[in-house]
T-cell receptor, first 115, second 114 residues
Framework: DTAVSQTPKYLVTQMGNDKSIKCEQN?????MYWYKQDSKKFLKIMFS???????INETVPNRFSPKSPDKAHLNLHINSLELGDSAVYFC??????????????FGPGTRLLVL | AQSVSQHNHHVILSEAASLELGCNYS??????LFWYVQYPGQHLQLLLK??????LVKGIKGFEAEFIKSKFSFNLRKPSVQWSDTAEYFC????????????FGSGTRLSIRP
């Protein structure tokens, strides 16, 4: 069984389009994340949700809007896609216990290419 | 600001060589420490983690790491690497004061010559 799943795996689109990436975890975790990994493999956190509430919002253009319908899902919607948005986007989840974060588990990634 | 440093950006070794990848962090309090591996074209997978207890931690695939608190280090080691260890390795830290924010190093690319 896949613990953290993302769809789609690949996404090729034109500049200016709007697209969404979906993430689901079946680990029962209460915290979910979106990361962006650029071509140099640098991982940057974008957002974090705990029990459907936004708790981390790094310096990300407001064209990016996360949505968490329930604590097992965290979707990422991107408006007006730009060339610089091309990257691999990873979803992750973890459990916060006694105020401390446990291990993060990552999804397989969504490879976004903006033409 | 809290940060994680991986000084080796690209390491090239021959099969059967010993490996040590450096990781240092800047945070004076309690931390949880992790090493993740990313094989080509794949997602991040947990290699090992340290939360407390024995500072020498053993992970999957023969990897181990040692937490040295006085040096703020958590170096990854493997006595004999294989070609299949070719991957990107990320060190990560969660400061205990931060319930949610994990800080990743910039990664070390490991290339193994067959």
């Amino acid at each position: 069984d896949t613990a953290v799943s993302q769809t789609p795996k690949y996404l090729v689109t034109q500049m200016g389009n709007d697209k969404s990436i979906k993430c689901e975890q079946n680990l029962g975790h209460d915290t979910m994340y979106w990361y962006k990994q650029d071509s140099k493999k640098f991982l940057k956190i974008m957002f974090s949700y705990n029990n459907k509430e936004l708790i981390i919002n790094e310096t990300v253009p407001n064209r990016f809007s996360p949505k968490s319908p329930d604590k097992a899902h965290l979707n990422l919607h991107i408006n007006s896609l730009e060339l610089g948005d091309s990257a691999v986007y990873f979803c992750a989840s973890s459990q916060v216990l006694a105020g401390a974060q446990e291990t993060q588990y990552f999804g397989p990634g969504t490879r976004l290419l903006v033409l | 600001a809290q940060s994680v440093s991986q000084h080796n950006h690209h390491v090239i070794l021959s099969e059967a060589a010993s490996l040590e990848l450096g990781c240092n962090y800047s945070y004076g309090g309690t931390v949880n420490l992790f090493w993740y591996v990313q094989y080509p074209g794949q997602h991040l997978q947990l290699l090992l983690k340290y939360f407390s207890g024995d500072p020498l931690v053993k992970g999957i695939k023969g990897f181990e790491a040692e937490f040295i608190k006085s040096k703020f280090s958590f170096n990854l080691r493997k006595p004999s690497v294989q070609w299949s260890d070719t991957a990107e390795y990320f060190c990560a830290v969660i400061p205990y004061s931060s319930a949610s924010k994990i800080i990743f190093g910039s990664g070390t690319r490991l290339s193994i010559r067959p």
